[in-house]
T-cell receptor, first 117, second 110 residues
Framework: GAVVSQHPSWVICKSGTSVKIECRSL??????MFWYRQFPKQSLMLMAT?????????EQGVEKDKFLINHASLTLSTLTVTSAHPEDSSFYIC?????????????FGSGTRLTVV | KQEVTQIPAALSVPEGENLVLNCSFT??????LQWFRQDPGKGLTSLLL?????REQTSGRLNASLDKSSGRSTLYIAASQPGDSATYLC?????????FGTGTRLQVTL
């Protein structure tokens, strides 16, 4: 079945530094990938939609310059948290939708726990 | 804007019981409805995917139904086990995105 690999699974960084999270579709092509943020005991909030070869579409309230998304190939999307602050600490999860279209559902990565100190 | 609600927010049942988790959504123009399981600190595992033209899907002890006209889906878990303890999320899929409910935290006790 469809597998999405997310790396790293956890990261600790200092305030002011940048952190990159990778999301890879291992056995299928994903023209569209999604980045979510999840706070403790809350549901997933969509941050942005990443389309291969074009600019990401950000949800309202998400800072584009802070959360940089790149989707350079059909199997890789990256999220870079720039100038990280403690309030950026959260659980980030990516998902990918198969090239065939939305009818085939979404596959999720295992998530990245970001802690900014 | 699609809004998805899950009831109950939390549920504790003894092992062996059958249970039903509920999901409701406001916009019936969906492609599909997907149920996920999330263990603490982990990503999401897809359990069942129901296309908009389907009424239900089954996988082992799990059965999910979809009533698009009324904006409802249910996840039925038969003969619950302690290993079923997790948070269950439903997501309504449109052409552009997946919108999640608030989740149901399930605990199955011995």
């Amino acid at each position: 079945g469809a597998v999405v690999s997310q790396h790293p699974s956890w990261v600790i960084c200092k305030s002011g530094t940048s952190v990159k999270i990778e999301c890879r579709s291992l056995d299928f092509q994903a023209t569209t990938m999604f980045w979510y943020r999840q706070f403790p005991k809350q549901s997933l909030m969509l941050m942005a939609t990443s389309n291969e070869g074009s600019k990401a579409t950000y949800e309202q309230g998400v800072e584009k310059d802070k959360f940089l998304i790149n989707h350079a190939s059909l199997t890789l999307s990256t999220l870079t948290v720039t100038s990280a602050h403690p309030e950026d600490s959260s659980f980030y999860i990516c998902s990918a939708r198969a090239h065939r279209g939305p009818m085939y559902g979404y596959t999720f990565g295992s998530g990245t726990r970001l802690t900014v100190v | 804007k699609q809004e998805v609600t899950q009831i109950p927010a939390a549920l504790s049942v003894p092992e062996g019981e059958n249970l039903v988790l509920n999901c409701s959504f406001t916009d019936s123009a969906i492609y599909n409805l997907q149920w996920f399981r999330q263990d603490p600190g982990k990503g999401l595992t897809s359990l069942l995917l129901i296309q908009s033209s389907q009424r239900e899907q089954t996988s082992g002890r799990l059965n999910a139904s979809l009533d698009k006209s009324s904006g409802r889906s249910t996840l039925y878990i038969a003969a619950s086990q302690p290993g079923d303890s997790a948070t269950y999320l439903c997501g309504s899929g449109t052409a552009s995105k997946l919108t999640f409910g608030t989740g149901t935290r399930l605990q199955v006790t011995l």
